[in-house]
């Protein structure tokens, strides 16, 4: 089944598919789309590639987004260029191998339990890898701020 959204909305938002059998997905008319919500295509089993090249508006990834998907291979990150924040995706997706991320340049923040279970991962940028590290050790910075207080 291929999945093609032809909407004018600003908002994804629990869109959850379950078992379909779902193998591609045009994102091509999602260029208003500023957010994705909790849990958009959380449990599509059978999605084995994800491009994003028509969510240049995207500004926040919610948890969940692509949650157990567990035949995605490959993500492309190159159409999410204005993402500022991302956080709990890709949660238990232990087939993906590469998470393509040319397009994050305005990534400024990741948390919760991103990419967490991906254990086929075998590739991320050296830019993507600094702004993880980073925002970690920000986060262990506060922490230890806040346990002296």
Known sequence: MNLQFDLD????HDF??????????NTSYMVNVKTIGMNFMR???????FESTGLT??????DGFLHECTLLTYFACTGLTALRS???S???????ISFDTTGLRALKSISG??????????????????IFFSVAFSFLVDYYIQSLA
Do not use: D, P, W, Y
């Not at 508006?57 to 919610?62: D, H, K, Y």
């Not at 991103?114 to 890898?129: D, E, K, Q, V, Y």
């Open 43 to 49: 449990g599509c089993k059978s999605l084995e590639a």
């Open 16 to 25: 959850e598919l379950g078992n379909q059998e779902l193998f591609e997905v």
């Open 113 to 130: 339990a991103f990419l967490l279970g991906c254990t086929a991962l075998r590739s991320l940028s050296r830019r993507f890898l600094v």
């Open 86 to 88: 991302i956080s709990g």
């Open 9 to 12: 909305i600003h908002l994804l």
């Open 90 to 96: 890709f949660n238990g997706c232990t087939s993906v």
């Open 57 to 62: 508006a995207i500004t926040t990834v919610s």
